[in-house]
């Protein structure tokens, strides 16, 4: 079955896509969602054009598509997108990198099934302690680029998901940050042709939405 994977650039994304194609799905185009002046993606806030270079590095095709900030308008273009795709390349099957937020599945079964396209979720209803352990231990290279400021420091912006990582989460932080307490970028993994090497980087504090640390990488190759 032909099918596209919703692309963030961070781990439980590029991990379900990996593991889609491991389960025999031909992963024919990512999609990733920039803010409306395509300059950001909208889930981690990382520049669109490192989101492409890193979906490049996979060999995937990639679609970046500038996405509305208002829920309802979100939800059309998404849908519009789904059935362009559906035309243009038979695309039968979505793949997304939930893992346990029903309000997330409730959306992704209800858009789904109103295009008449099969949600594909590798990842639902894993134990998240395993499942990081799993990425971890499959060779994916995840580096921390956001974290709400009120649960962690900036310190932790730039490291890399590790067992050490891991060791020093605070037992009320999800160990894949599935509630939005941290978010990754992929750097390097069975997926890439080569890693992304990050050069420069600094810390910003951004307060539109509750207080966030992220990373702004400067500079990559």
Known sequence: MKVAGLWSGGKDSCFACYKAISMGYDLSVLFNFTDHESKNSLSHGLAASLILKQAQLTGIPIVQKAMPKSSEAYREEFKALICAWKQKAGIAGIVFGDIYLKEHKEWIDA???????????????????????????????????????????????????????????????????????????????????????????????????????????????
Do not use: N
């Open 111 to 221: 858009v789904c099934r109103e295009v008449e396209i099969e949600p594909i979720m590798p990842l639902w209803g894993r134990d998240t302690k395993e499942l990081i352990l799993e990425i971890i231990d499959s060779g994916f290279k995840a580096v921390v680029v956001a974290v709400r400021a009120d649960l962690l420091g900036k310190e932790w912006l730039g490291r890399i998901i590790d067992k050490k990582f891991l060791e020093e989460l605070k037992p009320e932080i999800d160990p894949c940050g599935e509630k939005g307490e941290f978010h990754t970028l992929v750097v390097d993994g069975p997926l890439f042709r080569e890693p992304i090497r990050i050069l420069e980087t600094q810390p910003v504090l951004e307060e539109s939405f509750g207080k966030h640390w992220f990373l702004d990488i400067k500079k990559y190759v």
